[in-house]
């Protein structure tokens, strides 16, 4: 694999201010990248770089179930071909077939949420979710008005990019901290996130939700997960999301590493557990949290990405 | 009043890293600095500049009842004494025996705390206080051995002082930031909290301490709140910490003012209901939510800082 595909590997596993839906289609210029910078004269050799791009791309960000579904469906796609262009052509359409879907199921779900957004009350929502954004946006655009309540996001402050991008989209935004949350729920309505997978155990989405999640149950406020399907995985996919771990330096920059005393732990993600979940905005409608069972299909896993394989 | 004493008061109100008995302490070195640097001739001038560094004081830090009863003390000696002379050493014993107090409670409330701290678990603490702060370093410098879980609390990051300060006195901190504390409570066995005034229908506190008390509900972690009966007021008083809004440029420094769809709020407590909290660790000893009736009891309040009156 040649260095520039790296980075932009590495960009992805570094950007921690994009929702799951937007790295997935960021993971598709990684496969374009390669496919038209052929340097190959051997099927096996491209396989080869194929899967390996797929590998580091699910490791740079393995809670994202869009990019693991993009890396599948692509290895799965090329190990169908014979030759060089049918393996170029065929993963040129698969690729063009998942960034077509990406951004017509996020207008299909803005449709659905639209009449849930109560007219002229608040909205709250947390963390970075390109499909919550599209939702709210399509809605103000078709002239609804109402308000929407965010915070922060720490570490990485993907908060403060919802909130600039929602008010350039003339919706207002009360902005806080974190754990203000809890004062300004009581004068919201409805809440929204997004998701990085959704299994039976729960929803995983960045750290945060979960606290978001029981706030809400205690005041008594719907929360809706608004997610495509895509992101529905089996249980062992659901917990890869425990490996993303970051940097402590990220939570505390000027902290001092000599304090024999002091760890700092900087997790990206957690579980939220069903019950705590009103029900699940997707391109297919809205989902109660009690037939997502039925919505849950075993998907087949090129050989390459089964968990055993893959992390040994 | 001059320029010194108001730069002491306005440190005092721009100091979001101290915790409320901790500020207290330091009002009284306010109240000192006026008192060794008299140029009145006529006692009535003294009692009214000690009356407009009460009312600043408090406005000042009006979530925080320690500074509350240290200037309705100092009023009340003030307004017995017939001479400048009596007035000075009447209200240096007050001060003295209100340092006293704050110190000595302090460490009792310490000895109440050690036994509630189960060996070689980790207990949770949020925010920065100084009563809280004693009673671990006291348990850990008579030999117990515990671990410390605390976030950063955001805007001001004064849990970077609590984790900074317990990890010198030799306890290992787990630090993180606000919203992983979802993550890390399940791991403790008890949870500790300050006050900055406690009454009938709960405990204001900085913001957070809602969602740290729901969220330790619903692990079933027991939440202690540490303070001196000099927190425990009257309602009328309890509701004054609602004035404490900060800056929003303290949430977000470079957010664009011209922005007109974005309003930052920052406000600085929040009230806690008393069904959330498990018991109350005083001087007294440990006082029971349902006890907690019994030990507030109407003070002598000076005319001077009664509501109506002092707030027009």
New interface residues.
């Given amino acids: 694999m040649n260095n520039s595909t790296k980075e932009l590997i590495d960009k992805i596993g570094s950007d921690l201010q994009s929702g799951a839906a937007e790295l997935a289609l960021k993971a598709i210029t990684v496969y374009q990248h390669i496919l038209n910078n052929l340097n190959h004269q051997n099927i096996n050799d491209l396989k080869n770089e194929l899967t390996q791009a797929s590998i580091l791309l699910i490791k740079a960000q393995p809670g994202m179930a869009p990019i693991f579904n993009l890396c599948n469906q692509v290895l799965l796609t090329a190990s169908q071909a014979q030759t060089i262009d049918a393996l170029k052509s065929t993963c040129d359409d698969t690729l063009a077939n998942v960034e077509k879907e990406l951004c017509a199921n996020a207008q299909i779900i803005a449709d659905h949420v639209n009449p849930l957004i109560p007219p002229g009350e608040v909205v709250f929502v947390y963390s970075f979710s390109s499909t919550v954004i599209t939702a709210l946006l399509s809605a103000r655009s078709k002239g609804k008005y109402f308000r929407v309540a965010s915070t922060?996001?720490?570490?990485s402050f993907e908060g403060?990019k919802l909130?600039?991008t929602?008010?350039q989209g003339?919706?207002?935004?009360?902005?806080?901290?974190?754990?203000?949350?809890?004062?300004?729920l009581p004068s919201c309505s409805i809440a929204f996130m997004g998701a990085d997978c959704v299994g039976l155990p729960g929803v995983v989405n960045k750290?945060?939700s979960?606290?978001l999640a029981?706030?809400c149950k205690?005041h008594g406020i719907p929360l809706y997960v608004l997610c495509d399907t895509a992101k529905f995985v089996n249980e062992d996919r659901l917990f890869e999301f425990e490996k993303h771990v970051r940097p402590g330096l990220e939570?505390?920059p000027d902290?001092e590493p000599t304090?024999k005393?002091?760890?700092?732990?900087?997790?990206q993600y957690?579980l939220v557990s069903l019950n705590l979940i009103t029900g699940f905005v997707t391109e297919k409608g809205i989902i109660k949290t009690e037939d997502l069972a039925n919505n849950i299909k075993s998907k087949k896993v090129h050989e390459a990405l089964q968990l055993e394989e893959a992390f040994l």
């Fill in positions: 922060e996001a720490r570490p403060r909130a600039k929602l008010t003339d919706i207002e935004v009360m902005h806080t901290f974190d754990l203000a949350m809890g004062l300004v750290v945060g979960w606290l029981i706030a205690e939570v505390w902290f304090n005393n002091l760890k700092i732990l900087n997790h957690e």
